[in-house]
């Protein structure tokens, strides 16, 4: 039976259950923003429209004077917080459980005695406070050694059980094993993972339907469809715990039996019938075979793959950013050389290896600091309103501006010593008007070798030498012999030249 005295503990729970979570929005508001970006994609409703972008990205990064917190961590404060969330449904229903036995608290007429001892018991039930305050708190299980994000409440809470290596905490979809799938529905060993990720990129929009790359009907897709659609939408559920994905697949459920039910434009060919897979050429033919007995025999036959057809393609919606950093990702990778590759295999292996919360990591000496050291991160957060620029000039997240490299600073001395940020941007910038310009302001004639070249002095030594095996002639020393022009046009060496001049005869 539920006494008093569990519903005052269930509420004290349910109390430091709400300081947790508003605890960990405060420090870290990316938690909310990164949710309501998603729950844009997911709804289409504007709900948050009001939020102008600025704020969202500028909160996102930087509204905090602490240190940015890294996805693997905002990812594993978020499966805590779900956690919590799941304590309280439960405390929540177990109150509405509760009943109340009136006499045990009842104080009887000058029984003063009673009424001290009931004082001296909510005294001794007092400390249990710090014990549940403990048990929620960040970094209540640290010591000096061993510091811990995760309260001691969820400390068996292991993030890479949710997330292999290769899915980096929700940066990238893995999706190479599917690729493996895919080569064998469309029966076809040459199709790359690029080539496969467009395919799977048709699912975003209506292409899956109108430009779908094997028979639909065919059982392999079907098989492939079911794989790829438990895959994604378990992917969504650990990328976004905090959504209801419950609530969720039910809206995909409900679009569904509009969509189905709707003709599909399909260009210059009319309208298409998703149960038929078949175009029609106008809408009146397409709403006559509508109660026909072969479109509603499809519609009946088909009905529970074309669902979770139709909820891949939502799913593929919804995660359209992570596919689009998967494509980069994968292009990335493409370019990489076998070094870069294998640098690039181990930092997200020590990424996935390394604890949630680093050693060197100063949470808890920033937060008991006094004034003088508040004023320094003051000027710490004023330099850093700055949000990161990407390559179009525009503020972007700085995950994003790490994943293109663009904290890597590219120098280039014949640009005066201007400063490219990530390799992309200083790879194009050979052929731009500044780097051309100070070529040539060195009397170089920019072409295709100076590619690369950034020292002034490796771009003169280049140039001679370019002139020696072209136009230039090298003389037995191997230095190259500067021509010159008499005044009749004449052109011999240098050497010569003032030979000449010396001996009167010029
Ligand atoms: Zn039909
Ligand atoms: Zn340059």
């Not at 602490?66 to 439960?90: D, G, N």
């Not at 509405?96 to 009842?106: A, L, N, P, T």
């Not at 009907?217 to 559920?237: G, I, P, W």
């Amino acid at each position: 039976m539920k006494t008093y005295e569990d519903a005052r503990a269930t509420l004290e729970e349910l109390e430091l259950i709400e300081n947790a979570v508003t605890s960990r929005l405060r420090r870290n508001p990316e938690i909310f923003y990164r949710n309501i970006d998603e729950v844009d994609l997911v709804e289409h409703s504007g709900r948050f429209d009001h939020i102008p972008s600025s704020q969202k990205s500028a909160n996102k990064v930087y509204t905090v004077k602490k240190s940015r917190r890294s996805r693997k961590q905002i990812l594993a404060q978020e499966h805590e917080i779900k956690s919590f969330l799941s304590q309280y449904l439960k405390d929540c229903q177990s109150l509405g459980r509760v009943e109340f036995d009136m006499s045990e608290y009842r104080v009887d007429n000058g029984s003063v005695n009673k009424l001290l001892e009931h004082i001296e018991r909510i005294k001794e039930i007092h400390p249990k406070d710090d014990e549940f305050g403990d048990q929620y708190a960040m970094f209540s299980s640290s010591t000096p050694s061993n510091k811990n994000i995760i309260s001691r409440k969820a400390q068996n809470l292991d993030i890479n059980s949710y997330f292999t290596r290769d899915e980096q905490y929700g940066e990238y979809l893995d999706l190479e094993p599917f690729h493996q799938k895919w080569l064998s529905v469309v029966k076809n060993g040459d199709v790359t993972l690029l080539q496969f990720l467009s395919e799977v990129e048709k699912f975003t929009d209506q292409r899956y339907l109108l430009q779908p790359a094997v028979n639909r009907n065919s059982s392999r897709y079907r098989e492939f469809v079911a794989s790829l659609h438990h895959y994604l939408s378990d992917y969504a559920a650990r990328a976004y715990p905090l959504l209801s994905w419950d609530l969720i697949h039910a809206k995909a459920q409900e679009l569904y039996h509009t969509n189905v039910a709707k003709p599909i434009p399909s260009g210059e060919s009319g309208v298409f019938c998703i149960p038929c897979d078949k175009r029609f050429k106008t809408d009146t033919v397409y709403n006559a075979h509508l109660p026909g007995k072969r479109h509603v025999g499809n519609l009946h036959k088909n009905s529970s793959f074309l669902t979770q057809e139709h909820s891949l393609h939502i799913f593929c919606r919804y995660l359209s950013r992570e596919l689009a950093r998967t494509r980069e990702f994968v292009e990335r990778k493409l370019a990489f050389t076998t070094e870069e590759r294998t640098q690039e295999l181990e930092r997200l292996t020590d990424i996935y290896d390394s604890p949630v919360y680093g050693r060197q990591e100063q949470e808890d000496a920033q937060e008991d600091e006094n004034k003088e050291t508040e004023d320094k991160e003051d000027s710490v957060l004023d330099s850093s309103m700055n949000l990161p620029l990407g390559p179009d000039g525009f503020p972007i997240p700085y995950w994003l501006y790490k994943l293109q490299g663009l904290d890597i600073e590219y120098p280039c001395e014949l640009c005066g010593n201007f400063v490219y940020n990530g390799r992309r941007q200083f790879d194009k910038h050979f052929g731009e008007q500044r780097h051309v310009f100070g070529l040539r302001r060195l009397g170089i004639e920019p072409s295709a070798s100076f590619k690369g070249v950034t020292k002034i002095d490796d771009a003169k030594q280049l140039w001679s030498h370019l002139r020696s095996t072209s136009s230039g002639r090298v003389s037995s020393e191997g230095k190259l012999e500067v021509e010159v022009e008499d005044e009749d046009g004449n052109v011999m060496s240098k050497k010569v030249y003032d030979e000449l001049k010396k001996q009167g005869l010029l």
